[in-house]
């Protein structure tokens, strides 16, 4: 056959590259509208802080920031019990099957947010009664409540969107929602009634939007109690091992801003959230490494076995290391001084505070190429040992070094815990074997 026939050229050009060119265009361009929206987010979320710190006092932004941040934190629960395993089981589901589990997750959502909110209204209710507590916890805890269910119902529609690959859904989402939460906190700025909770009740309230999202797409769900309890027995086995990982890191991680507002007030509490708030500014980064490399290693894995698995590791935390190595010291560089713009005169001299949490992202993405192998093999139990070390390490470090040396202590513990959680992991990468791939080891 010549090489000029056009049967020949119609089956190269229509069978093997256009649909490689189109499957890697779509993967790209998917890439583009999951790193939009993030920005998105991330930005909404700074300038949510920005006009907390600006309008408000130190104190104000301090709760609100802790407030937030421990609620973060808090959705890694729904995370490992819902949204992992549907992540993981729904692309392999026929599209009614995958409507009675999109349902089943929605229950299963709702049941742990009102667990949730009603464990922060459980909180407020005892730091109310105890003569000493603080006096701001409760009120902070009783605008937790309400927070925690509109987050998690707009973190729950992002979530099943990611899933099912319909991204643009998400700007759909997230844009409506940063326009409304901006808009609520500068009329409450501009009336003089913004403070640390009515903040959190306005977020709370524009997140509301996400409910006509849920309207707007009914017919992606079927709700059955029946399969929401089959389907809960299947979530429970596969994400045990992340729920309690998800705890680990919820207590390890938010501890440190809770040890600064107990050892120091509210005041350098605001000036601390003032700081992660610049240095949290490349979240997008953050989260993109993270779910990339989680993706990457499943699939080397998949590919290649533990051999590529560990090539590939290696060379993750190579790259890391040198490309957020240099983005973040120039972050440290600029970081007093952009604290001091975005914040205003009452945030000065925080310059060490963002050096100290620089290095504590750099300890922290460092790990992620492993972590993600961790994941890759379904080692559950390797990442509990890491979690629970992190967790030990963080309180145990973070105490004396926050007490010694003040704010800068919380970097200092971070870089500290996540390097002893790294060090676990790599440990028993190590020891793994030149074994094919899916092993099933766990």
């Known amino acids: 056959m010549s090489l000029a026939s056009p049967s020949w050229l119609s089956r190269l050009s229509g069978a093997a590259f256009v649909p490689r060119i189109s499957a890697a265009r779509a993967e790209w361009m998917q890439g583009i509208w999951v790193v939009a929206d993030q920005a998105v987010v991330s930005l909404a979320s700074f300038l949510a802080l920005v006009v907390v710190g600006r309008t408000c006092s130190q104190a104000d932004l301090g709760v609100y920031g802790l407030a937030v941040y421990t609620l973060w934190l808090a959705v890694g629960i ?47 209710a005892v730091a109310y009664f105890t003569s000493s507590a603080s006096p701001w916890i409760a ?55 913004l403070t640390a909770t009515t903040a959190l009740l306005a977020v709370a309230l524009a997140c509301a939007n996400t409910f006509s999202w849920f309207y707007r797409n009914l017919d992606r769900f079927e709700f059955h109690t029946g399969r929401a309890l089959l389907h809960w027995g299947y979530n429970r086995k596969f994400g045990l091992w992340l729920l ?44 993109t490494i993270n779910n990339l490399a989680q993706s990457m290693s499943s699939h080397g894995y998949a590919r290649g076995g533990a051999a590529e698995l560990r090539r590939m590791a290696v060379r993750g935390t190579l790259y890391i290391a040198l490309g957020t190595g240099a983005a973040l010291i120039c972050l440290a560089m600029i970081g007093g001084p952009a604290v001091h713009f975005f914040f205003g005169d009452k945030y000065i001299g925080l310059g060490h505070v963002v050096t100290s949490l620089c290095l504590g992202m750099f300890a922290r993405m460092l790990v992620m190429p492993i972590e993600a192998a961790m994941v890759a ?13 992190r967790l030990l390490l963080i309180v145990g470090c973070g ?26 992991q790599w440990y028993t990468f190590l020891q793994l074997k030149q074994q094919p791939a899916l092993s099933g080891a766990v």
């Open 139 to 193: 009120p902070m805890c009783l605008a937790l409540a309400p927070f925690s269910l509109m987050m998690i119902a707009r973190e729950h529609a992002r979530r099943l969107n990611l899933a099912d690959l319909r991204v643009q859904d998400l700007l759909r989402i997230d844009v409506p929602n940063a326009v409304l939460q901006m808009l609520l906190l500068l009329a409450l700025a501009r009336f003089g009634m």
């Open 377 to 389: 093999l379904q080692y559950g139990r390797t990442m509990l040992v890491a979690a629970i070390l």
């Open 399 to 424: 105490v004396p070094l926050i007490w010694w040396i003040g704010l800068e202590g919380v970097g200092y513990a971070m870089a500290i815990s996540a390097v002893g959680a790294g060090v676990v």
């Open 244 to 287: 309690v990982v998800a705890v680990a890191w919820l207590v390890g991680e938010s501890s440190g801003r809770w040890m600064v507002g107990l050892l120091y007030g509210r005041d350098m509490l605001g000036q601390f959230v003032a700081a992660q708030g610049i240095v949290m500014a490349i979240n997008p980064l953050l989260l």
């Open 78 to 124: 729904p995370n490992a019990l819902v949204w992992v395993p549907y992540t993981a089981r729904a692309a392999r589901l026929s599209q009614g099957r995958r409507r009675f589990f999109a349902g089943s997750a929605t229950i299963h959502v709702a049941v742990v947010a009102f667990v949730l909110a009603g464990s922060c209204l459980a909180a407020a």
